[in-house]
């Protein structure tokens, strides 16, 4: 079945630091990948998404590339910032079924 | 503003009790999903619905059902509360015009005392 591995955390960084979120995937055919953000005491956003290979999804200075070759949806940011402290969550949607990763917790300190 | 509305966004209820919770997908998508949060097990996917129908089960526990009603709205029933139930329950749909996406709601904090 469909599965999606993220990287333990929790993931400490200062502010301005660059970030690295690894993601990778087990995936029948060709599914549609997504990176969901939960910010301290609220609900799942959708952060951004790639439907097909090497797509950019890309939003609020985050990016993650689909890369079909070594199933992977890494996200990335240049430069991150107190306000990106959160649980962030890779997923992916095959046959309209959502599977989630377990979920990395970011802290930035400032 | 995801367009799927939750009810309650928070509930406090005693073990034993039953409790209801609500989901209205957005405008125009067909599929609802219900997910469990807890501290200890992350995202837990319990069951999914389309157009009125179920589609696929999770990790639901038969104390748990759900049901999707002809307007396309869908209530998950909670019986038999234990202290374990307490959570963060999220509903989420998609549909034709959704783009693939599946949208989530802001959730409903259950604690059971």
């Known amino acids: 079945g469909n599965s999606v591995t993220q990287m333990e955390g929790p993931v400490t960084l200062s502010e301005e630091a660059f970030l690295t979120i690894n993601c990778t995937y087990t995936?029948?055919?060709?599914?549609?990948l997504f990176w969901y953000v939960q910010y301290p005491g609220e609900g799942l956003q959708l952060l951004l998404k790639?439907?097909?290979?090497?797509d950019k999804g890309s939003n609020k200075g985050f990016e993650a590339t689909y890369r079909k070759e070594t199933t992977s949806f890494h996200l990335e940011k240049g430069s991150v910032q107190v306000s990106d402290s959160a649980v962030y969550f890779c997923?992916?949607?095959?046959?309209?079924?959502?599977?989630f990763g377990q979920g990395t917790r970011l802290t930035i300190n400032p | 503003d995801s367009g799927v509305t939750q009810t309650p966004k928070h509930l406090i209820t005693a073990t034993g009790q039953r409790v209801t919770l609500r989901c209205s997908p957005r405008?125009?998508?067909?599929?609802v999903y219900w997910y469990q949060q807890s501290l200890d097990q992350g995202l837990q996917f319990l069951i999914q619905?389309?157009?009125?129908?179920?589609?696929a089960k999770g990790n639901i526990l038969e104390r748990f059902s759900a049901q999707q009603f002809p307007d396309l709205h869908s209530e998950l029933n909670l019986s038999s509360l234990e202290l374990g139930d307490s959570a963060l329950y999220f509903c989420?749909?998609?549909?034709?015009?959704?783009?693939?996406?599946?949208?989530f709601g802001e959730g409903s904090w259950l604690t059971v005392v």
């Open positions: 989420a749909s998609t549909g034709p015009y959704s783009g693939n996406t599946i949208y």
């Open positions: 995936a029948t055919g060709y599914p549609s």
């Open positions: 790639a439907t097909k290979a090497d």
């Open positions: 997923a992916l949607i095959g046959a309209q079924k959502l599977v």
């Open positions: 405008s125009g998508d067909l599929s």
């Open positions: 619905y389309y157009n009125g129908e179920e589609r």
